[in-house]
C-alpha cells in the first residue's frame, strides 16, 4: 500500500446539522481556516440521499484547501462521493475488506479502544486509528469506557500508524492529549458547538504547539 502523506494534526468530526448555529458548511469552512486539516462527515440524521447531497457540497468545499475528506461508516457514500476516504469502527465491516472494496489510494481509518484492538491492527491495512474515548463524551452513543490521557499515551505508544485521540476533547484539554504522544486530535463538540468554528480552531492549534513547547 502507498503511504499516503496526511497531516491529522486536527481532525474534526461533524455532527448532526442541526448543532451548527452557523450552518454545517459554514462552521467547516471557518474550521478549515482556523486549522483543521482533516474533517470526517459523521451524522447519524437523514436519508441516504440527504447524506449523499450534503456529502457532495463538503467534499467540493474541502477541495479547493486540499482538505482529506473521511467518511464515517458509509462505505458506498465515500465511494460515491469520491471521498478521500473512510472511517469504520470494531462493529463495522472487517478493514481488509473495507480496504478491498475502496481500493489501494483512499484513507482508511478504525476506531480502537483498547490494546488488543491496537495490537490487532494492520499498517499494510489501516491508514491511521481513533483511540478512545479519552474522556467521557455525549457525542457518540454506546461508546465504550473512557481511557484517559494516560491510556492515550500507553496505547498510542503502541500503534503501529498514526493516531489520533478522541472523546470528549476540549480547547482546556487539547494540549495534554496532544503530549500524550498521538499524532493529532479528533474532534467532535468542541468546533461544532462553538459560536465560531473558526476562533475554536485556532485555539485547539494553539494548544499543539503549547504541547510541544513542553515536550
Same mark, same amino acid.
Given at each position: 500500500m502507498t503511504m499516503k502523506a496526511i497531516?491529522?494534526?486536527l481532525y474534526m468530526v461533524t455532527?448532526?446539522?442541526? &448543532?451548527?448555529?452557523?450552518? #454545517? *458548511?459554514?462552521?467547516?469552512?471557518?474550521? @478549515?481556516a482556523g486549522g483543521v486539516t482533516v474533517v470526517?462527515?459523521?451524522?447519524?440524521?437523514?436519508?441516504?440521499?440527504? *447524506?449523499?447531497?450534503?456529502? *457532495?457540497?463538503l467534499r467540493d468545499l474541502l477541495r479547493r484547501p486540499g482538505v482529506p475528506l473521511i467518511v464515517n461508516d458509509h462505505v458506498d457514500l465515500a465511494l460515491a462521493l469520491d471521498a478521500d476516504g473512510v472511517h469504520v469502527g470494531q462493529g463495522d465491516l472487517p478493514a481488509e475488506v473495507v480496504r478491498r472494496l475502496i481500493g489501494k489510494e483512499k484513507i482508511l481509518g478504525l476506531s480502537?479502544?483498547? #490494546?488488543?484492538?491496537?495490537?490487532?491492527?494492520?499498517a499494510t491495512v489501516v491508514d491511521y486509528i481513533g483511540i478512545g474515548? &479519552?474522556?467521557?463524551?455525549?457525542s457518540k452513543r454506546n461508546a465504550p469506557p473512557d481511557i484517559g490521557v494516560d491510556g492515550l499515551?500507553? #496505547?498510542?505508544?503502541?500503534?503501529? &500508524?498514526p493516531c489520533v485521540g478522541i472523546g470528549g476533547i476540549t480547547i482546556e484539554r487539547a494540549a495534554a492529549v496532544y503530549?500524550?504522544? @498521538?499524532?493529532?486530535?479528533?474532534?467532535?463538540?468542541? *468546533?461544532?458547538y462553538a459560536d465560531d468554528a473558526g476562533e475554536a480552531a485556532r485555539a485547539l492549534r494553539a494548544a499543539q504547539g503549547k504541547a510541544k513547547g513542553k515536550a
Open positions: 497531516d491529522y494534526s455532527d448532526i446539522a442541526s &448543532v451548527y448555529r452557523r450552518g #454545517l *458548511l459554514a462552521s467547516v469552512e471557518a474550521a @478549515v470526517q462527515f459523521r451524522t447519524d440524521g437523514g436519508s441516504k440521499r440527504e *447524506l449523499y447531497e450534503t456529502g *457532495l457540497a480502537t479502544s483498547n #490494546l488488543e484492538q491496537v495490537g490487532a491492527v494492520d474515548p &479519552v474522556f467521557p463524551t455525549q499515551a500507553a #496505547l498510542a505508544a503502541r500503534a503501529p &500508524v503530549a500524550a504522544g @498521538v499524532t493529532g486530535i479528533a474532534v467532535v463538540s468542541a *468546533l461544532s
